[in-house]
């Protein structure tokens, strides 16, 4: 390395411990109960300058007398970062406990190694070096342990959050498989739609036979065509779990479709992206591709539909599927 970038790097590491010793002053300084806020952008210029000594030193070959070369310096390198960064939140905030005095007197340490390594040039002597690796090399050695010891602790915490939400679902999901039970036979029809998608399969099937074996299903549907609060529930059931809806039902779902066709109008027109709504369009149409199926006709309501999503941006898609419900149960 030449002078000037002896000088240099010099000026670097001794500004690090200017704002090495800047956190021992901040340190002391009172604060309101939410503590220093804002205080850890400290730690950015020192790990920037150490950081930069480093790397600056490894690119020189300053650790190619390291076995295993230029490779063994980058990855010494990466670790004393890592270690830097981690003891340095210790000289920023007042440590309690031994274990943490001793940690926050790493990067002094660091810095100090710096130092030797800036002047020991490429290929220091055999006392230099002893000193270089019992300082940078326990470091470096360090920080790649606190890097695989954090990812252990990630993976760990991960893997627990991810037992608690399949424990919290298996509990969510048991607790609606004993409200459906508690239900009975003889509920209200309605009662039993928040349950036909349950995640347990017998279950499951035993709510929708239970819904599909009332006499008076295809009546309460009609009349929940109704009710606001209940149409989705039986366009959900027509579109998705009812096998072979009767033609019957055709007429009332027509004029449910027109009803819906002039709210949606209301919705939709204004809206920068309607495509974003497809989810809750859909159900609309697959039932009445179930009803055409069955014999029933809506030729007129899903031609409306079918024109009105022409003109809005992303639905297209929806309009050549009500064309071909209309093409193959023409009537």
Not at 83 to 94: R, S
Not at 115 to 122: D, E, K, M, N, R
Not at 200 to 225: F, S
Request: aromatic share 10%; hydrophobic share 45%; charged share 15%.
């Amino acid at each position: 390395m030449t002078n000037i970038t002896v000088v240099l790097l010099d000026i670097a590491l001794a500004a690090t411990l200017g704002f090495l010793g800047l956190m021992l002053y901040l340190r002391n300084l009172p604060s309101g109960p939410e503590g220093p806020v804002g205080a850890w952008l400290i730690l950015v210029p020192p790990l920037f300058l150490l950081g930069g000594v480093l790397l600056r030193l490894t690119a020189g070959g300053a650790f190619d007398w390291l076995p295993g070369g230029r490779l063994t310096g980058w990855a010494m390198a990466a670790g004393l970062c890592v270690a830097a960064t981690v003891t340095m939140w210790f000289v920023l905030a007042a440590p309690h406990t031994v274990w943490e005095q001793l940690t926050a007197l790493v990067p002094w340490v660091l810095v100090a190694g710096g130092f030797l390594a800036v002047h020991g040039g490429s290929n220091p002597a055999p006392l230099m070096k002893t000193a270089l690796g019992g300082i940078l090399g326990v470091g470096g050695v360090a920080g790649w342990s606190l890097m695989v010891w954090g990812l252990f602790l990630y993976a760990q915490s991960e893997n627990q959050k991810s037992l608690a939400s399949v424990e919290h679902d298996r509990a969510w999901e048991q607790s609606r498989i004993e409200e459906f039970h508690a239900l009975g036979q003889d509920a209200e029809l309605w009662k039993y739609f928040g349950y036909m998608y349950l995640e347990n399969e017998a279950e499951r099937r035993r709510c929708r036979a239970l819904i599909a074996n009332r006499r008076d299903l295809n009546g309460k549907l009609i009349e929940y065509l109704g009710y606001p609060t209940l149409q989705s529930s039986v366009v959900n059931y027509l579109a998705d779990v009812y096998e072979h809806p009767p033609a019957s039902l055709a007429p009332e779902y027509g004029l449910f479709l027109e009803r819906q066709l002039a709210s949606w109008r209301t919705a939709l027109d204004d809206t920068p992206a309607p495509y974003e709504r497809r989810r809750e369009l859909a159900p609309l149409f697959q039932a009445a591709a179930r009803l055409e199926e069955a014999g029933g006709d809506l030729t007129g309501p899903l031609v409306a539909w079918r024109d009105y999503l022409r003109t809005l941006t992303g639905l297209s898609d929806l309009a050549d599927e009500i064309d071909s419900t209309l093409k193959t149960h023409a009537h």
